[in-house]
């Protein structure tokens, strides 16, 4: 067989010059070029025992599991939160009977940045994007009737984590549940805060120093739990490309993993506990190579970087999320196409648990019919397409294996620019995230504005729809909320209140571990603004400059 | 008259949603605007306070975080009682067809939701602030 190269010199020429390719980019979102076919010789040097191996063994390529989804299919962990505790709980309830595996839980805003729902910030935010927690008393109202040793949680929440994580698991104690047989996720990833998504409150430092508190304290005390999910999905969500969304998402675990050295943890005992959190957008075939590439880059960078020798040190597991961002206001319905086809893409990548957007989410938070419709679409996957039945099936691809190798090379060429300015910590404070991210959705904006990329709907096919019915928050949320914090306020035992946030203030002076003391405050229902302020007080808040 | 359109894109409230805003204050920058970004976590007094000190033509609100009622009537507010009425006040983000007869009411401009196109919102910024002018 001739080669590629002469092939498309001579016959694929000939061919287009007769009938001429269509005037469109032919390449991936992350810009990378994409030729019209893949050969072998595409994958000169591709060694299948080193850079693919068996599903469950070393690099991972395959996938984490030996069996994957033959054996269990992935999580379907939906988002839900709004309102007030009692509302997210029904809406929980009716997700589990709907057939969902795993609960996530969305926090409102002032919950996130870790004030009270009293707090004049918090004005009109209350309850608004997710629900909102402000004390033990919160919680226990939202997981009422829900075995936090049966089902497992996640919980996105990142500067205040420590404290909803310590809040959580005080709520389990207090219903007696073994600490060691209770599992879930508290996202806690300050790094992409910082990069993309913006919810921190203290400096960079003080921030990676709390995060590696639950890195020395988790393995010991809630073993089942992921103390983190190193998140790539606001890196997307916030613009950047496929690519950049991989090295950045990978760069900050392994600074986290490096933070977590510098502090004596054992690797082995902490590494098997990281977990990731990836987008899935458009792109089908580079959405695939993405998680297919994070995970031998992940196996390759513990292994024989940081010298792990546990094999789940090693593996990257990871939640996914359609791309919010990709949805379209105009013609909402077509989201559905969008969401389904991301979903596929996402379990043909072999993630180990997924989320699906609403079609009414570019509108406001989901309907309840929405967001059953979502969950609906992973059923469809699982069940009728017969995609779960063998494992990783687009495996020997030329493009996808091609693809993937080129996100890998891709990645190390930013880990060693983010190298070159000092590692991540330092490429924050140097802008190079915003710039790098803000130059991409830039070019992506521009390129949709101009045409050259079609969007249906939006600048292609488009026509007038109907309206479809939108999830309304009620207001009386606020005063639901600030009355129960009232009352936690009056009837605690305000001494042990006091002495509890005084033994966090010492922890965090100290630069103690400030996990007991937080345990200690959830119990002593300490709210989280009381917790944040503490913090506030000795760290500082952060303020990042404005680059446009 | 000929002076430079002057725009301030701000970012009310919790939400640190910011890839719309930045992508606008850009378009805006580059179609030949002064743009001033207030960057994130902003009240609505800091931002009248940035708008009137400022002395611009527009104030471009963005907010994703279901907060757009709230932070559009405090700025309106805001600027009415500091006699920068003849501001105009627009926005984008994430607001329901429902809001939208209360924020006209408000004297809000145009606000545009995902799947805008730049060039659109600079075409707007420039009539909208032209026919405030001639009025």
């Given amino acids: ?548 | 008259m000929d002076r430079k359109l002057r725009v301030l894109i701000a970012k009310p409230g919790l939400d640190g949603h910011d890839r719309g805003a930045k992508v606008i204050a850009r378009a805006l920058r580059d179609a030949g605007m002064e743009v001033i970004y207030t960057g994130l976590r902003q009240t609505a007094e800091m931002i009248v306070a940035a708008a009137v000190q400022e002395d611009v033509d527009a104030v471009g609100l963005s907010v994703l975080s279901g907060a757009h009622m709230h932070y559009f009537e405090a700025v309106v507010d805001g600027l009415n009682t500091k006699g920068a009425d003849d501001v105009l006040v627009f926005g984008g983000g994430i607001v329901p067809d429902q809001d939208r007869p209360r924020l006209e009411e408000l004297g809000v401009g145009e606000v545009f939701g995902p799947g805008a196109n730049t060039d659109d919102v600079v075409a707007y910024v420039r009539r909208a602030v032209a026919e405030r002018r001639a009025s």
């Fill in chain 1, 1 to 548: 067989m001739k080669p590629k190269r002469q092939w498309l010199a001579e016959e694929y020429a000939e061919a287009t010059a007769q009938h001429p390719e269509r005037d469109a980019p032919f390449e991936t979102l992350s810009q990378i070029p994409v030729d019209p076919i893949y050969t072998p010789d595409d994958l000169e040097g591709f060694d299948l025992e080193r850079d693919l191996g068996y599903p469950g063994s070393f690099p991972y390529t395959r996938g984490v599991r030996d069996s994957m989804y033959r054996g269990r299919p992935w999580t379907m962990r939906m988002f839900a939160g709004f309102g007030t505790a009692e509302q997210t709980n029904q809406r929980f309830k009716r997700l589990l009977n709907a057939g969902q595996t795993g609960l996530s839980t969305a926090f409102d805003l002032p919950t996130l940045m870790g004030y009270d729902s009293d707090h004049p910030m918090a004005l009109g935010e209350v309850g608004k994007c997710g629900v909102a927690v402000a004390s033990l008393a919160d919680m226990e109202v939202l997981f009422d009737g829900i075995d936090p040793e049966q089902v497992t949680t996640s919980m996105t929440i990142n500067s205040p984590a420590n404290a909803i994580w310590a809040m959580y698991l005080a709520m389990a104690e207090r219903r007696g549940a073994d600490l060691g047989k209770v599992g879930g996720t508290i996202q806690n990833d300050i790094l992409k805060e910082f990069i993309a998504q913006k919810e921190y409150i203290f400096p960079p430092a003080p921030s990676v120093k709390l995060v590696i508190d639950t890195f020395e304290w988790g393995p010991k005390h809630a073993p089942r739990f992921n103390f983190i999910s190193v998140s790539g999905y606001h890196i997307r969500e916030a613009g950047s490309n496929a690519v950049q969304e991989l090295a950045f998402t990978l760069a900050d675990g392994i600074h986290y993993v490096r933070k977590a050295l510098e502090r004596g943890l054992d690797i082995d005992e902490f590494a098997p506990r990281i977990s990731f959190f990836f987008n899935v957008h458009n792109d089908f075939f580079e959405e695939i190579a993405k998680f297919r590439a994070a995970r031998r880059i992940w196996a390759r960078q513990m292994r024989d970087v940081f010298g792990a020798r546990n094999e789940r040190s090693w593996m990257l597991r990871t939640h996914a999320q359609t791309a919010g961002v990709s949805l379209t206001a105009q013609q909402p319905l077509v989201n559905l196409t969008r969401v389904a086809i991301q979903a596929l893409a996402g379990v043909l990548g072999g993630t180990n648990s997924l989320h699906t957007d609403a079609y009414d989410e570019a509108l406001a938070l989901p309907t309840e019919e929405a967001a059953t419709l979502a969950l609906r679409t992973q059923q469809v996957i699982a069940e009728e397409t017969g995609v779960p039945n063998t494992v990783d099936p687009l495996a020997g691809s030329y493009y996808l294996e091609w693809l993937t190798n080129e996100m890998e090379r891709r990645t190390l060429d930013y880990f060693e620019q983010i190298d070159g300015l000092g590692g991540v910590e330092a490429a924050i404070d140097e802008g190079f995230f915003a710039r790098e991210i803000g130059d991409a959705s830039w070019k992506a904006q521009r390129e949709v504005d101009d045409k050259r990329r079609l969007v249906v709907g939006v600048n292609a096919y488009v026509q007038d729809h109907p309206e479809v019915p939108i999830q309304l928050v009620d207001p009386s949320v606020v005063e639901v909320q600030q009355q129960r914090l009232a009352r936690v306020r009056r009837e605690r035992d305000a001494q042990e209140a006091e002495s509890a946030l005084a033994e966090l203030r010492s922890a965090a002076q100290d630069g103690r571990n400030t996990m007991p003391a937080f345990m200690r405050c959830a119990h002593a229902m300490c709210t989280l603004g009381e917790q944040m302020d503490v913090l506030r007080e000795v760290y500082g808040v952060y303020q990042e400059p404005v680059l446009i």
